[in-house]
C-alpha cells in the first residue's frame, strides 16, 4: 500500500485567474510582500499495488486520465510506502 | 526574496465532497486500487523579506487571515530561499 500525492498545477504560460484574485485580496489586505500567486491542487490518495512501479504506473494513468488536464496542467507524483 | 508554498488541506474529521467525486469517477474508469482521495490546495508565492523569519511570520499572517479556514483547514508552509 502507497500513499500517493500528486501536485496538479497551471502551466507557468497560463494564466491563473484565481491566483490573481488572491493577490489583489492581498494587497488590500496590506500585505505588499506577498506577490506572483499561483494556486495548484494537492490530490492525496491511498494505492493498492504491490510494489512502487505498479504504484506509480497506477497514479500516472489516472493523472493523464482523469486527474490533470495535460494541454494546461503539470503534474507531479510523490509516493510514500505505508507501512500496514 | 523567497518562494512560500502553502498546502492548503481540510482536516481529517472534515468531509471532502471533491475527493469523494474523484474517488468515484476513479473507480468508474476501473482505478479500484486507487481510493481514499482527499483534495487540497497549493498556494505558491514570492515574499520579499529580509530574513526567513520575517517571511513566514508574513506568509502564516496571510494564511491566517485569508488563505486558510482554520475551522476547517490546516495550513502548512514551506519556504525556498531565492537566489536574485
Do not use: W
Amino acid at each position: 500500500m502507497f500513499k500517493a500525492i500528486v501536485t496538479v498545477k497551471l502551466r507557468p504560460s497560463i494564466l491563473d485567474p484565481e491566483g490573481k484574485a488572491i493577490e489583489h485580496a492581498l494587497q488590500s489586505l496590506d500585505f505588499q510582500q506577498l506577490s506572483d500567486v499561483r494556486v495548484g491542487k494537492e490530490i492525496e490518495l491511498t494505492v493498492d499495488a504491490a510494489d512502487r512501479d505498479a504504484a506509480e504506473q497506477a497514479v500516472d494513468d489516472a493523472c493523464r486520465k482523469l486527474l490533470a488536464n495535460p494541454v494546461m496542467e503539470d503534474y507531479t507524483i510523490e509516493l510514500q510506502e505505508l507501512t500496514s
